[in-house]
């Protein structure tokens, strides 16, 4: 079993910035990938940025390119991602997934758990 904890979040203004954490714990082992997910009240999961735990690879979608960065500290089985130029479209539950296939795209249901979430909201 995989646990995944994320903190970090908040409240936040517009045009600010936020780092988000998922602490990763219990059978951690092989090719495994974190992705960052996000859901606005009554909005599909949407993929946020991914990262391959093996090589620090990283993949984000189109509209996030430039906003936010995926990073992992291996020594402490963590995953962040940094948000800047927050806006308050950005408002929404966030998520870190594991996957231990490797994989660390935007099809979530190809993760194989998930955290609790962490709430950001951004104000105008």
């Known amino acids: 079993q995989v646990q995944l904890v994320e903190s970090g979040g908040g409240l936040a203004q517009s045009g600010g910035s936020l780092r988000l954490s998922c602490a990763a714990s219990?059978?951690?082992?092989?090719?495994?990938?974190m992705g960052w997910f996000r859901q606005a009240p009554g909005m599909e999961r949407e993929f946020v940025g991914g990262?391959?735990?093996?090589?620090?690879?990283?993949y984000y979608p189109a509209s996030m390119k430039g906003r936010v960065t995926v990073s992992r500290d291996n020594a402490k089985n963590t995953v962040y991602l940094q948000m800047n130029s927050l806006k308050p479209e950005d408002t929404a539950v966030y998520f870190c997934a594991a996957d231990f296939s490797g994989y660390y795209g935007s099809e979530k249901d190809a993760y194989d758990y998930w955290g609790q979430g962490t709430q950001v909201t951004v104000s105008s």
């Open positions: 219990g059978r951690i082992f092989g090719n495994y990938a």
């Open positions: 990262i391959s735990w093996r090589t620090g690879t990283t």
